[in-house]
Structure formats: C-alpha cells, structure tokens
C-alpha cells in the first residue's frame, strides 16, 4: 500500500473492507456459469496487520467453496468485528 493510504489507515479508529469471497478449502461448488473468487489463506493476517477492523463477508462470493469454506474464513479473521447480512 502507499504510505499515504497505510497512514490514513491508521489514523481511524476503524477500518471497513468488504471481504469478497472465502478462502479456498478445495473444490469449488459447481453451479453452472458461475465465476469463483477464492482468497490467500494469508488474507486475513494481512487485513488486520494493515489495520482493516471491521470486515464484511456480505457479498455474492462467500458460499462459492460452501458452508465449511465461509466457517473457515469467518475463524480466520482473530482481532475483527465481522459482519455480514443474508444466509
């Protein structure tokens, strides 16, 4: 990141990304015409080392490796309030 992104970071006290998809466990769930957006195992470390706090999982990719993939990446994250809407 820029140090001007990286100092404004951290000047707030709270940091929102929008997490767009799981961390790859394995295959991805077959659903016809669908595009699959798997993260870095290392993502979540890296978001709260560079100061992201508040996470959202809210988003269309969550469930594209399923319910395991979305525990998994919801456990990932060890310093952050996540948040997310739907089922």
């Known amino acids: 990141m820029s140090d001007e992104f990286n100092n404004l970071i ?21 659903i016809m015409g669908t595009a699959y957006l ?6 979540p470390a890296w978001c709260e080392k560079n100061g992201f706090n508040v996470i959202s999982l809210a988003n269309n990719h ?20 996540i948040t997310g809407a739907g089922d």
């Open 10 to 30: 951290h000047e707030s006290d709270l940091m929102f990304l929008n997490f767009e998809g799981a961390i790859e466990p394995g295959d991805p769930i077959t």
């Open 38 to 43: 798997p993260q870095s195992i290392d993502s």
């Open 62 to 81: 969550m469930v594209d490796y399923g319910q395991e993939a979305l525990t998994g990446t919801m456990n990932a994250f060890k310093t952050s309030v």
